[in-house]
Nanobody
Framework: QLQLVESGGGLVQPGGSLRLTCAAS????????IGWIRQVPGKERQGVSC????????TYADSVKGRFTISRDNAKNTVYLQMNSLQPEDTAVYYC???????????????????WGQGTQVTVSS
């Protein structure tokens, strides 16, 4: 059974940090680009970051550039999102999702993602 499981969410004060983890089971992430997508209730999903299957290419939403870093460890079948300098506007449910594609491609639209995790809540509040 193909499964993605996110962890690492929680409550953090503004300016704080969290590291989200996306662990895969039932398939190898090696040939998939992995994206982090977030959603606030009542709003559209927003692509936050994506890393290519090779790990050689990454992309970030303008709102998180310089604060978030995506990385992957294919040996552990895991992708990470390090989030620093968190702000209240970063509050959302964060999902990781996988899509097959060219080894260094990262510019996928949200509907293209094939497999999704259940999400993890990130709340930034004082």
């Amino acid at each position: 059974q193909l499964q993605l499981v996110e962890s690492g969410g929680g409550l953090v004060q503004p300016g704080g940090s969290l590291r989200l983890t996306c662990a895969a089971s039932g398939f190898s992430l090696e040939h998939y680009a992995i994206g982090w997508i977030r959603q606030v209730p009542g709003k559209e999903r927003q692509g936050v970051s994506c890393i290519s299957g090779s790990g050689g290419s990454t992309t970030y939403a303008d709102s998180v550039k310089g604060r978030f870093t995506i990385s992957r460890d294919n040996a552990k079948n895991t992708v990470y999102l390090q989030m620093n300098s968190l702000q209240p506007e970063d509050t959302a449910v964060y999902y990781c999702a996988a899509v097959s594609g060219p080894a260094n491609f990262v510019h996928f639209s949200i509907p293209e993602y094939e497999y999704w995790g259940q999400g993890t809540q990130v709340t930034v509040s004082s």
